[in-house]
């Protein structure tokens, strides 16, 4: 049997009856089911505000549109970024007018703060940390950054859905933070992310965004008593970007499980690392000390990588890639050859199969043929 990268992992049953029940009561768009996973989320982190949107990319567009106006950045201000993330990370700078600047990445595959420092500049306004596969690399050191020269923390947290330190969840000291639940994250639902400000009056303005501009969505309208629910007003162009109630519902069952299926997958990239300790001719990328990773990635490092891979699909075995450095395609070109570390790593980085169907002689199996293959 072929073991893919990922296979969501549905309570199928207790999604459907969550589902039968915004069916049954007609109401599947905003509000309802939204609500209740907007107030699960904020319980479960501790973070102050979360909104239930349709993607984490929107939620990138939406702080930087949110930022940009409520500051008077002007088009082309900078944002510093990864060049090693999927790419609708460095899409929603563009979106909103601003200008990527590409920083190097450190053994963790996050951005490096030394970098990061040599990449700050009068016009930088913002800056963008992603937790790739659940790792915080030196996150805490480039939140001091930020702090320190009044730069807005933007945390991508579309691989940190249950990410710890010291007990406590990621985000907290972001300006903003964005999670992703689309098919194949460690929360899935089919596709929709949560974004949590820090500010209230950030939040407040977020919702009205995400629903067109409308001082009040149709869920407020349809609770409110009186024959004036038309009278909303359109106070901005928004977009419309929310999460719905079908999304919700799935992700109220998953969240249930979150802590459970991330134990698993912490067992599992115990078990590669075992398998793999002391191999000389393949790496294992490392969680930073004190990180509770959320590991929805197992990343190794080896110096034959294309070769690795069509090895280990001739025996049905299917990995991937996370990710291909972003300077390499057209729109970020500009700073091709800037960052030296993220472009050896993306030659040579492979995502090993990581989901709740395998068991440890899968891993086994995996790490045979990696280690019989790999140079």
């Known amino acids: 049997m072929a073991v893919q990268l990922f296979v969501p992992n549905f309570r199928v049953e207790e999604c459907l009856a969550e589902i039968r029940e915004c ?10 089911k939204t609500v209740g ?23 990138l567009h939406l702080a930087f549109e949110l930022f940009k106006s409520k500051f008077g950045w002007d088009n082309d201000d900078e944002v510093i970024t990864t060049p090693l993330t999927f790419v609708s990370t460095n899409h929603a700078i563009l979106y909103a007018g601003l200008k990527p600047v590409f ?25 963008i940390f992603v937790g790739i596969g659940g790792n915080v ?43 992703s639940f689309q098919a194949v994250k460690n929360l899935p639902t089919a596709d929709s992310g949560m974004i949590c400000f820090r500010e209230t009056e950030d939040d407040e303005r977020v919702r009205k965004l995400t629903w067109l501009g409308i001082n009040k969505d149709t869920y407020a309208r ?5 024959a004036y629910k038309w009278m909303y007003d359109v106070e901005e162009v928004g977009y419309k970007y929310h999460g719905n109630s079908i999304m919700a519902a799935i992700a109220l069952v998953q969240l ?45 490092r080896v110096q034959n990588r294309d070769a690795l891979m069509m090895a280990l699909n001739e025996h049905d075995i299917f990995p991937g890639v996370h990710y291909r450095d972003n300077t390499d395609y057209r729109m970020y070109a500009f700073a091709q050859g800037t960052c030296p570390n993220a472009t050896t790593a993306s030659k040579e980085i ?16 995996i790490s045979e043929l990696v280690i019989k293959y790999a140079r």
């Open 350 to 365: 492979i995502s090993l199969p990581m989901h709740m169907r395998m068991t440890k002689s899968d891993v086994d199996l």
């Open 103 to 127: 920083a190097d990445v450190d053994d963790y595959l996050c951005l490096d703060p030394e970098s990061v420092l040599k990449h700050i500049t009068p016009r930088t306004k913002a800056l």
């Open 37 to 59: 996973i907007e107030t699960a989320w904020k319980e479960y982190t501790g973070l102050p505000h979360a909104h239930f949107l349709n993607s984490n990319t929107v939620g």
């Open 23 to 32: 069916l049954e009561k007609g109401w599947t768009g905003l509000g309802f």
């Open 222 to 226: 349809t609770a409110s008593q009186g």
């Open 256 to 300: 249930k499980y979150l802590d459970i299926d991330n134990a698993y997958r912490r067992q599992l990239a115990a078990w590669y690392g075992q398998n793999l300790k002391e191999k000389n001719n393949v790496a294992v990328v490392q969680t930073a000390p004190g990180c509770e990773s959320a590991q929805h990635l197992l990343q190794i």
């Open 137 to 179: 690399g030196q996150y805490a050191k480039i939140a001091d950054i930020c702090r320190d020269r009044n730069i807005k923390l933007v945390l991508d947290a579309a691989h940190m859905s249950g990410t710890r330190v010291g007990g406590k969840h990621i985000g907290d000291d972001a300006d903003v933070t964005v999670f």
